[in-house]
């Protein structure tokens, strides 16, 4: 399916100003509304979920691997490729840069897939904390309480904090709620986690990541040959990892202090 994307009403691209860094420095990421087209999102969101509910019925989805907590990793395909030039137009890839210490490449190209039924995860950096990088989230469907909008613990990008600390701590969450198109640029060690997502629908969310500089490819549309494909999320598929999360998502206290322990070692 050719996803087309009605062109969004002209306006100024943003530029990246001393408001917007100190908003940045302080909070860990910035909100832009209205960003991409709605239309174009509407029929990339309805091709994911053909997708994945084809592969469902087929049987060819792997084990494990963020199947059970529900948050899954996935490769939204060529078709997407709409959504990068939207944020080029608007400027958001030039405030990525002007936030970036390092000359940046092309962006790794991913989406969340928040499942039905989905569980709410620990808390969590992207990557690791002593590599920082810039991610660019698009909401390609309303995202709410409802259907899992993420949860963020403010202002822990300022320390570099193990889980055990984040945990006494105690830091003020707030939950990122955004309408279709919208825009947010965050820093990879802002502590947060996908939130359970309580509707029938699974709910997308693409992602831009900027780990060690970006994509190899000089077009990272070029991956899993421009297909739709879907990804382990935080879990591996190998049968230990499969009894973890099994374990965890039942007994969501069990994963809590398995990682606190880990986190103090």
Known sequence: MQVIAE??????????????????????????????????????????????ARQQRRGVLFSGGGTVSG?????????SRFVYEALQQAGIIDIVRGLSGAKLRAPNVGCNLNLPGSAAQNEHVDGYASSPFLVVNVAAVDTNLDNGAMEILRRTQLSDSKYWQIL??????????????????????????????????????????????????????????????????????DFGSRVRERAFVALPALGTAYRAVRSLF
């Open 7 to 52: 062109p969004q009403p002209f306006r100024p691209p943003y530029v990246l100003n001393d408001s917007l860094r100190q908003a940045f420095a302080d909070e860990g990421y910035l909100k832009f509304d209205g960003v991409i087209s709605r239309t174009g999102l509407t029929q990339l969101s309805q091709c994911i979920a053909e997708e994945f």
């Open 71 to 79: 948050h899954l990793n996935c490769f939204p395909g060529a078709e």
């Open 168 to 237: 006494l701590a105690r830091p003020e969450r707030v939950r990122v709620c955004m309408k279709q198109g919208d825009v947010v640029i965050r820093t990879s060690t802002l502590w947060h986690r996908g939130m359970p997502n309580r509707t029938a629908t699974p709910r997308p969310m693409l992602a831009f990541t900027w780990e060690d500089g970006g994509s190899p490819r000089e077009d990272p549309y070029q991956v899993h040959e421009g297909r739709i494909t879907f990804l382990p999320n935080r879990y591996s598929t």
